[in-house]
């Protein structure tokens, strides 16, 4: 019975983080829709999260255009289909590759990031005086951080897909020699409003899905400072893995056909 024990205390370990991890987003969703608010604390992670990820999302969106536009070359010339190239850059850009890799790349900013600070204010028993001086810690620490990923990261990923729609119109214009116009166009005629509403509805909920799992592996660290590595890796981990797996389902939801 020893194998069949450990898969049940998996099981049940599974059951008892999922039920705590709900119990915390609902809490801080509800404290996000309440208020009182703290604006400028919103502001600032808006701009640590928005203007201050721009770099690092802008050079992943750029070399991800610029390596889907040669890959793709080199398949479609086989086929002698290289007028494609334009509307799988563009497709796989605003639908996939932009949300998604600007979600992992900020889960790794900013998820650890998020993760390092509250855990730290949890070991150094910073967050037990906020409630000794009547401040909610959801409300003043959770809450802003939920609002502020949910609103930048549609704009961070509307800024991935045009430099990353910009890398692949480099390579084929500079380096594989297709006439600027036709390329423009061509990109152009393919895109439709659908796909770039559904790459930045996966950027809201991405968004979402970074700074909820750097908040809560935070605030729920213990152990002093290895706790808090260990928040900071479980964070980064969770969240990336929860990216991938609703990155499918969102997909699921927008393109199949019933």
Known sequence: MNPVQAIGRVFLKFLATTGRLLTFMMLGVSHAVRPPFYPRIIVRQMID???????VVGLTALFAGMVLALQSYTGFSRFSAEGAIANVVVLSITRELGPVLAGLMVAGRIGAS??????????TEQIDALTTLSTNPM????????????LMFPPLVLVADIVGVFGGYLVAVYKLGFNPANYIQNTWDFLTAADVNSGLVKAAVFGFIVTLMGCYHGYNSRGGAQGVGIATTNAVVSACILILCFDYMLTEMFFTKH
């Open 49 to 55: 999260i928005g203007y201050y990820s721009l770099p």
């Open 114 to 123: 998020l993760a390092a600070e509250i855990g730290t204010m949890r070991v």
């Open 139 to 150: 409300k003043y620490l959770v809450a802003p951080r939920l609002i502020a990923g949910l």
